[in-house]
């Protein structure tokens, strides 16, 4: 049956179209520029909207008619001035969060295990200081990580794991100071930290989803009901990640601690 007179079709989001589906390299290229940007969704289909018609009506691919579809979406978001979002900073921004407080947390777990109390010097909280500022950096090397994996991905785990060993060999030195909190509150309370954050973290993922959807303003193609399909474990894993090794790491020192 056909829809109601005046009932205006469900907008689609434009993963499902079959000319993106097509130039699914470049129109993800293109996407992910704009979210980067933080353009809204809507906007950003509306972009890839007439990117779609263009190549439809002169039967030209988007690389030949618009180029590097990185530099597209910078020349185009130069000239126009969409209200922004910022939902890639506050993912990146929980993510810190999250990290710094398993990192403190599982030693924590190591010196209630060992009947030690949790101690820091100022390394450590260099080497924690550095390791949330690669992580807060992900938004802006985003770009040169994926177009360089190899040689920005080497980098920022070279950080990281030199921030980690520097933490771990100056642990237990003459200058360390003694946490004044029980080892277990710690735990147990970052615990409860990490949960609450990975929360935020979905919220804002979903948010994202349901909000923020980068939609098509053309008319709707036949669903492939693909979104339901990748909205669901993928949204989410990236909250899950964290408490799941928090746990891990949790049982292991009991277990072997």
């Not at 130039?23 to 909207?49: K, N």
């Not at 999250?98 to 403190?104: D, E, F, G, H, I």
């Not at 500022?133 to 802006?140: D, M, V």
């Not at 990748?230 to 891990?248: D, E, F, Q």
């Amino acid at each position: 049956m056909s829809e109601s007179p005046g009932v205006q079709a469900a907008p689609q989001e434009v993963w499902e179209r079959p000319f993106v589906r097509a130039h699914q390299e470049w129109c993800s290229a293109f996407v992910l520029e704009l979210r980067l940007r933080d353009v809204p969704g809507l906007v950003i289909g509306e972009r890839l909207g007439e990117v779609e018609g263009h190549c439809t009506e002169t039967g030209e691919p988007p690389s030949a008619a618009f180029g590097d579809p990185t530099d597209y979406a910078r020349e185009i978001d130069a000239e126009s001035s969409p209200e922004r979002v910022s939902g890639v900073w506050t993912i990146a921004a929980l993510g810190a969060g999250q990290v710094l407080a398993m990192l403190v947390g599982t030693a924590a777990i190591r010196n209630w295990v060992s009947g030690e109390p949790l101690t820091y010097n100022l390394v450590q909280l260099g080497c924690l200081a550095v390791v949330a500022a690669a992580l807060l950096c992900l938004p802006r090397v985003l770009r040169p990580l994926m177009a360089h994996p190899w040689v920005v991905g080497t980098a920022l785990f070279a950080v990281v794991t030199a921030a980690g060993v520097g933490a771990a060999a100056a642990s237990g030195t003459s200058s360390a100071t003694v946490v004044p909190v029980s080892p277990a509150v710690i735990a147990i309370g970052l615990f409860m930290v990490v949960i609450a954050l990975s929360w935020l973290e979905y919220r804002e993922l979903t948010g994202d989803s349901a909000d923020d959807l980068v939609t098509s303003p053309l008319t709707p193609e036949p669903r492939a009901n693909i979104a339901a399909q990748r909205s669901g474990w993928i949204v989410l894993l990236p909250p899950l990640m964290i408490p799941t090794y928090y746990l891990a790491m949790g049982i292991l020192f009991w277990v072997f601690g």
